[in-house]
């Protein structure tokens, strides 16, 4: 069993930069593949990145965000950057064990999950 737990969020103007981690428990974390998604207030649960276990990653908005993963650290990072007000959401880190089969576009459906952290709140402020 993984467990996930989010820290990084915050408070932060427009403009700014917020970096998110997700630590994870259990030894087999380089194995698995990892996402950022988010959910705005009556919104649904949208993709934000993806990182599989050999570096592969996958982002909506590359130019702002960039995910990355210390194995020793059992830690998914989420930067982002140049912060917009509609970057406001709560931010859930998600993980997968990672199969080589699986096309990229596996990992940004969030169903595809099966472990998933309590989340943690960002709110960029205009």
């Known amino acids: 069993q993984v467990q996930l737990v989010e820290s990084g969020g915050g408070l932060v103007q427009a403009g700014g930069s917020l970096r998110l981690a997700c630590a994870a428990s259990?030894?087999?974390?380089?194995?698995?593949?990892m996402g950022w998604f988010r959910q705005a207030l009556g919104k649904e649960r949208e993709f934000v990145a993806a990182?599989?276990?050999?570096?592969t990653t996958y982002c909506v908005d590359s130019a702002r965000f960039i995910i990355s993963r210390d194995n020793a650290k059992n830690t998914v990072y989420l930067q982002m950057n140049n912060l917009k007000p509609e970057d406001t959401a709560v931010y859930y880190c998600?993980?997968?064990?990672?199969?080589?089969?699986?096309?990229?576009?596996?990992?940004?459906?969030?169903?595809?999950?099966?472990?998933w952290g309590q989340g943690t709140q960002v709110t960029v402020s205009s």
């Open positions: 990182i599989r276990s050999g570096g």
């Open positions: 259990g030894r087999t974390f380089s194995r698995y593949a």
């Open positions: 998600a993980a997968d064990p990672d199969r080589p089969l699986n096309s990229g576009t596996y990992y940004y459906t969030k169903g595809n999950y099966g472990h």
